[in-house]
């Protein structure tokens, strides 16, 4: 009865997590109750953080030399709480802007320091990641932000900015365990965990020791990475049933390889898709080839009339949410983890058919 859900998110989760979780939902592990119902001080939710974050650890390969935090917030407020915790240090920062996440978080953080935007793919309509040789990076900014995945534009960066000793901050919201990274070369990474990791309500936030103790005076205790960090993510009560499930997921991405087979499956999905969009004359995604997402692909009917007629000959074959986000209209395939590439096969041969009947 499960659908292929192409949805950009909230959550896309693996079917056997969320089995597990039904399983699980009235008597945990013969506890009698439901995680939501369990203190998060006692011994049964601290053994399923303590695991959830080992997993997390292990799964992204994280030194001891950086705090992971379980936060509440979303990525939006992300884009407050990281200048509030980090901009103190030299009141400036750059940020690199690739698409509407990216302009959102500049946008946000000027209200707490200054911000420079260091480069911009406005030229390319925001089709493609600004080579770096074009960035104009400020040595005294106290960090460079970038959105590693633009969810709406579906750009993609595949490579790693070197801003040397100014610490680099990244939005992973939406790739976030989609792939290997080297998480020495970021000074912070967040992600909302509500694509690849589990449910909204949850906001992963890893940080390097040293960045900790800059606070702006008007940061909330709740939002302060110092005071979270001491407590072990629990200064306030945390998102237990969030990440009791994330924790579920972690379990599931080990199982199935690690980000090394997460990064392969990912690959190999998004090329069906974008293999067959470029031979397309009916359908067109304008995205840098170099530069496309491996996790949303955004694609245009060229004739737009055929729109509602595509989505509900897709809805019937149980392809669902395939609406493109508001702001830019057309289709969008969200890819995440959690999408078989039997998904992206019956996708493709959808969009052939319809190509032949109306193209
Ligand atoms: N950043 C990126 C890259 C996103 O994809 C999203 C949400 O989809 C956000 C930020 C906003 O996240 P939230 O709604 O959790 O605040």
Known sequence: ????????????????????????????????????????????????????????????????SYKVLFMQGGAIGENAIVPMNLIGRTGRADYVLTGDWSKKSAKEAATYGQVHVAATAAASKFTAVPSQSEWKLDPGAAYVHICSNETIGGVQFHWTPDTGSVPLVADMSSDILSRRIDVRKYGLIYAGAQKNMGPSGLTMVIVREDLLGHALAITPSAFNYQLQAEADSMYNTPPTYAIYVAGLVFRHVKKMGGLAAMEAHNLAKANVLYDFLETSSFYRNPIAKEDRSLMNVPFWLNDESHNDAFLKGAEQRGMLQLKGHRSVGGMRASIYNAMPIEGVQALVQYMKEFESRHG
């Open 1 to 64: 009865s499960r659908v292929f859900n192409f949805s950009a998110g909230p959550a896309v989760l693996p079917e056997p997590v969320l089995r597990q979780a039904a399983d699980e939902m009235l008597d945990w592990q013969g506890t009698g109750m439901s995680v939501m119902e369990m203190s998060h001080r006692g011994k049964e939710f601290i053994s399923i953080h303590a695991e959830a974050e080992a997993n997390f650890r292990e799964l992204m390969d994280i030194p001891s």
